[in-house]
């Protein structure tokens, strides 16, 4: 029998842990630096325009090359890809224990963008491949969870890291966590073979990135995002407003995020299990999202904006898995690289046009207005959230994808 002849396998947990650990990292790693970035720049000679430029190599690399890495994925398999991508991460973190110096510090940044650009969209095809139709939302709920983990603790990690013994020691850390996540992926995660593809015209490719099937979750998941985005920035500052110093208002992200990461496991089981379908549950959870937004700008005092965290905590806890896995079900098995780089491509746009939207508005109008303006975006991207299909209609069956190991 020919390997993409065989019927599905299941996938086992141990082939599944070192892509939570790969999504992970790529969280931890952004946030944790991101975050000394800020808090050392001042010792390291950066002003606030070469600071800006510092935080964002990372991103600029992944909306460049996350759909380049994606479709690279589908034509020679996911598992180089990830393997690759998580050795480049380890190299380029080696480069940041040079980061006293600024030129460095920019090299190690791009470098580490670059690799999570490879292994970032990889092993969210992977995950979709070894998940078939009936485990997208649980195996997706665990991998955004892991991914909400890294984004809760990576600025607190960081923060200790570099008291401890500066940016040295924590690029050292992501340059092992690096390897060590290389590794564990070589030995336990499935060689999924590249599937046959047929010949698309640049006509093909347009009509499939505007298909509702792509382009609503795609929208759910950059809304979701830029709401994270924007919280992450305002939320603590908010707090700040309100009196509380600085590990109270940096406790506000952490609830956001610790809850964002406990609702997606159980909104990817009660998805696969029937209970909820994508559609009502991806417009709640941008409406949820929406709501803690604009309490956030309205509500005055430290209990609403710990609230306001919670919400948008657990509105992208219930949107962000079932995007993922609706854009599962909805792919050809033998383009989810692609499809899965590109709607990260969306999430990264989302991440930098939320908090550019709330900073815009409120320097001419104030911080409320701000928010109230994101609220109001994320509500209307309710109506690009894509109907629920019926299991007859799903494009993707599941689809032959037998793991070998190796």
């Known amino acids: ?30 946030h944790a630096v991101a975050a000394g970035l800020g808090a050392e720049s ?48 380890s190299a380029a973190s ?23 650009s490879a292994f970032s969209p990889a092993s969210s095809a992977t995950v ?38 500066g940016f040295t020691l924590l690029f050292g850390i992501l340059a ?41 979750p795609t929208l759910v998941l950059a809304a979701a995002t830029g709401a994270l985005g924007a919280a992450v920035g305002f939320l603590p500052a908010l707090a700040a407003r309100e009196g509380l110093d600085t590990a109270g208002s940096v406790a506000v992200v952490t609830a956001l995020a610790i809850t964002s990461s406990l609702i997606q496991p159980l909104i990817g089981r009660l998805r696969d299990r029937g209970v909820l379908a994508d559609k009502p549950g991806m417009v709640a959870g941008l409406l949820a999202v929406a709501a803690g937004t604009l309490t956030a700008g309205l509500l005055p005092g430290a209990a609403w904006i710990y609230l306001a965290a919670v919400l ?23 383009r989810l690289g692609r499809t899965m780089g590109s709607a990260e491509l969306g999430r ?22 701000g928010l109230g303006a994101l609220a109001l975006v994320v509500g209307l991207t309710t109506f690009a959230a894509p109907g629920t299909r019926s299991p007859g209609s799903t494009a993707r069956k599941d689809s032959p994808i037998p793991p070998t190991s190796g």
């Open 128 to 165: 979709a491949r070894l998940a078939g139709k009936r485990n997208a939302g649980r195996y997706f709920g665990r991998y955004g969870s892991w991914k909400g983990l890294g984004y809760a603790i990576g600025p607190l990690l960081g923060a200790v890291a570099i008291i401890s013994g």
């Open 348 to 369: 990264e746009l989302g991440d930098a046009g939320g908090p550019l939207l709330v900073g815009g508005i409120a320097v001419a109008s104030g911080l409320p207005w």
């Open 94 to 116: 080696l480069i940041g224990l040079w980061a006293d110096q600024p030129t460095m510090l920019a090299a190690a940044r791009l470098g580490q963008g670059m690799a999570a």
């Open 1 to 30: 029998m020919k390997a993409t002849d065989a019927p599905p396998m299941p996938a086992q947990a141990s082939q599944r842990w070192p892509l939570y650990a790969a999504g992970f990292t790529t969280a931890f790693g952004a």
């Open 42 to 89: 001042a010792d390291i000679g950066l002003n606030l325009l070469a600071l800006g430029f510092l935080l964002a190599l990372y991103d600029i690399a992944e909306v460049f090359l996350k759909p380049v890495f994606g479709s690279l994925s589908d034509r020679i398999g996911p598992k180089p890809v990830i393997v690759g991508g998580l050795l480049a991460f």
């Open 312 to 334: 948008i905590g657990a509105g992208i806890g219930v949107a962000t898995p079932l995007a993922f896995a609706h854009l599962a079900d909805s792919t050809p098995a033998e």
């Open 176 to 216: 092992a966590l690096g390897l060590i996540v290389a590794v564990w992926a070589m030995a336990s995660v499935p060689r999924l073979h590249p599937l046959p593809r047929p010949r698309y015209t640049i006509v093909d490719v347009w009509r499939q990135s505007t298909e509702r099937s792509f382009l609503g």
